[in-house]
């Protein structure tokens, strides 16, 4: 979010003071009306200004962040079909919005005659996906699927996409203990607020906003607008001014709540995406991670700083750091993107790990229970009825011996 203008607060972005420190790149450069800004323009440019970097001998740090377009940078994870498209900018990105206006069970029906492979792996209501592996097609004529297995198996490829592409990487992961990093997020979002939130919220709102939702325009699911951060406080600035001072006083603490919520919602989704993206990553061709402790501020030179500055002066010097990298086994027997029809439920599940969640848990052991329950009387009814033919067949067998005698 932070490629794009305006919203410094809510985008976290770093401080004019601190640029000024070190050259920084891909902050605020995309106009904030541009909807389709995708991760494939972010790593064609980032990709560019990297090759620019090492030209100059300098050193490229990419720091994060959204882990998904980390690993876009790091590996050939990607397909572009702008290249193979109309020179218009923006026309691939605009297509994929278009099918999402769609219904998804439709467009799940297209992918499955399509690209039937990829259809098996998506769940008929992840919209952007489907859309995502309908648009490749459509642009490319050949199956999105088609292009992954070619990244698998170009060398240094594996289960999860084609072969990394800065050989001499290594990554330094911030992490802290669960109750302080929710402390502190909170407290960052109590810093939002008093560095100027709710005025950058209603000029932003004013300039950019307000005319798309009374257009009835404003999904929220695209470009600038999906920020963490602004669609929650959308009740608060539709009705400020238009309500009592008390009602919109709870709709502001609802939103901050709200934004407070997500804020530790999202970043338990990225550490999640560091574990299984990057540390349990299957094959060879993976950067070494290195963890670094920052629940304690106070020990940030000695847990963070130095560690930090040691392992990369020994990457430079061509030196194996003294640290040792974080290791976790990789789950190379686990298909995450495995089809499951779970017929009690009526529900479909991808992937080894949900299914195996899905049936442990609380609905499909209720509906296992009732059907259990059924059949248990089918079967008492069933044996009733056995038992009034047997004996009706008795009772008939002895009258007809009381006939003959």
Same mark, same amino acid.
């Given at each position: ?102 219904d998804g069970c439709e467009l799940h029906c297209r992918l499955s005659q399509v690209d039937p492979e990829? +259809? $098996?792996?998506?769940?008929?209501? @992840? %919209? *952007? ?9 459509? #642009? ?38 669960? +109750? $302080?990093?929710?402390?502190?997020? @909170? %407290? *960052? ?9 709710? #005025? ?14 009374a257009e009835n325009c404003q999904d929220y699911q695209h470009g600038i607008f999906q920020s963490i ?16 001072? @008390? ?159």
């Amino acid at each position: 979010m932070q490629v794009y203008e305006g919203l410094d607060i809510i985008t976290n972005k770093i401080s004019p003071q601190e640029q000024a420190l070190c050259r920084h790149h891909m902050i605020s450069f995309v106009d904030p009306l541009v909807p389709n800004y995708t991760v494939v323009d972010f790593r064609n440019k980032a990709a560019t200004l990297i090759e620019d970097i090492f030209a100059r001998e300098k050193i490229p740090i990419v720091v994060g962040g959204t882990n998904y377009y980390i690993e876009s940078l790091l590996w050939k994870v990607l397909v572009d079909t702008k290249e193979k498209t109309s020179p218009s900018p923006g026309r691939a990105a605009d297509r994929k919005v278009e099918l999402e206006q769609l219904d998804g069970c439709e467009l799940h029906c297209r992918l499955s005659q399509v690209d039937p492979e990829m +259809a $098996a792996k998506l769940h008929p209501h @992840d %919209k *952007r996906k489907v859309a995502r592996s309908l648009q490749v097609f459509e #642009e490319t004529g050949i199956p999105h699927s088609e292009f992954l297995h070619r990244q698998r198996e170009e060398e240094g490829g594996g289960p999860l996409g084609g072969p990394l592409k800065y050989p001499n990487s290594c990554i330094l992961w911030l992490y802290a203990d669960q +109750a $302080a990093l929710d402390e502190r997020l @909170d %407290k *960052r979002v109590d810093d939002m607020v008093a560095a100027g939130l709710l #005025e950058e919220l209603r000029d932003f709102h004013r300039r950019y906003n307000q005319e798309k939702v009374a257009e009835n325009c404003q999904d929220y699911q695209h470009g600038i607008f999906q920020s963490i951060g602004f669609k929650e406080f959308h009740e608060y600035l539709m009705t400020e001014g238009k309500c009592p001072e @008390d009602t919109s006083a709870l709709l502001l603490e609802k939103g901050i709540q709200a934004l407070k919520l997500v804020t530790k919602r999202y970043a338990r989704k990225q550490n999640k995406w560091v574990r299984n993206r990057f540390l349990r990553r299957p094959g060879p061709n993976v950067p070494p991670v290195y963890g670094l402790e920052v629940s304690d501020l106070s020990q940030w030179d000695e847990n963070v700083l130095k560690p930090a500055l040691q392992i990369v002066e020994s990457f430079v010097q061509g030196r194996q750091p003294s640290a040792d990298p974080v290791k976790m086994e990789s789950e190379i027997n686990e298909d995450k993107r495995s089809h499951h029809m779970c017929e009690l439920c009526n529900r479909v599940i991808i992937g080894d790990r949900e299914w195996a969640a899905h049936t442990k848990s609380k609905s499909h052991l209720h509906h296992l229970k009732k059907r259990w329950k059924l059949h248990s009387k089918l079967s008492a009814v069933e044996s009733q009825v056995n038992v009034t033919e047997t004996q009706g067949a008795s009772e008939g067998i002895e009258n007809l011996g009381q006939e003959r005698n």
